[in-house]
Antibody, heavy 122, light 107 residues
Framework: EVHLVESGGGLVQPGGSLRLSCAAS????????MNWVRQAPGKGLEWISF????????????YYADSVKGRFTISRDNAMQSLFLQMDSLRVDDTSVYYC???????????WGQGTLVTVSS | AIRMTQSPSSLSASAGDRVTITCRAS??????LAWFQQEPGKAPKLLMF???TLERGVPSRFSGSGSGTDFTLTINSLQSEDFATYYC?????????FGQGTKVDIK
């Protein structure tokens, strides 16, 4: 059974940093592309980042939403079956539940973690 | 970025009703559209992909249609567990974008 478990959320001051992790199990992690999607309290879903799957050891392809480009960095460790999101220069409007999500070959997201809450506040 | 516009933003319905939610893309996305259901406090759940293909395990009262820029999610004979918020999402290109959501609540 596919499981995605996020961790690393918490309270951080504006301008601070946080690193989120997503532990994957139940599938061959390296073969799948992965995403981060967030949801501000009471608001809708916002896609924020993508990373490609294993590609014969070559460079991974990454994409970011404009709202986080230059501040957030997505990465993965296939040996550890883990996905990461390094978040720097955090702002109050980054306050959200952050979900990691698996993407199938055709592009649709099929599995989501339970989410981890990041609160940016002074 | 492709803008996804859902309508209505919310609706009230009774169990047994037929409900239709529409999603419009700001440019042609062929059929690269997914629908998600989200219950309060839970992660979204994939209902439909490829605009009209039902995800495994999703009840057949859910159906999807459309291509290009206009898409529809229909729920036939609404059940109590269907009261939730529904989102469309295009996966034609990056950045991926979601509609703003449609909340279906009990009349």
């Amino acid at each position: 059974e596919v499981h995605l478990v996020e961790s690393g959320g918490g309270l951080v001051q504006p301008g601070g940093s946080l690193r989120l992790s997503c532990a994957a199990s139940g599938f061959s992690f390296s073969n799948y592309e992965m995403n981060w999607v967030r949801q501000a309290p009471g608001k809708g879903l916002e896609w924020i980042s993508f990373i490609s799957g294993s590609d014969d050891g070559g460079d991974e392809t990454v994409y970011y939403a404009d709202s986080v480009k230059g501040r957030f960095t997505i990465s993965r460790d296939n040996a550890m079956q883990s996905l990461f999101l390094q978040m720097d220069s955090l702002r109050v409007d980054d306050t959200s539940v952050y979900y990691c999500a698996r993407e199938r070959a055709e592009g649709e997201i099929d599995y989501w973690g339970q989410g981890t809450l990041v609160t940016v506040s002074s | 970025a492709i803008r996804m516009t859902q309508s209505p933003s919310s609706l009230s319905a009774s169990a047994g009703d037929r409900v239709t939610i529409t999603c419009r893309a700001s440019q042609d996305i062929i059929r690269s559209l997914a629908w998600f259901q989200q219950e309060p406090g839970k992660a979204p759940k994939l209902l439909m992909f490829g605009a009209s293909t039902l995800e495994r395990g999703v009840p057949s009262r859910f159906s999807g249609s459309g291509s290009g820029t206009d898409f529809t999610l229909t729920i036939n004979s609404l059940q109590s567990e269907d009261f939730a918020t529904y989102y469309c999402q295009q996966y034609y290109t990056y950045p991926r974008t979601f509609g703003q959501g449609t909340k279906v609540d009990i009349k």
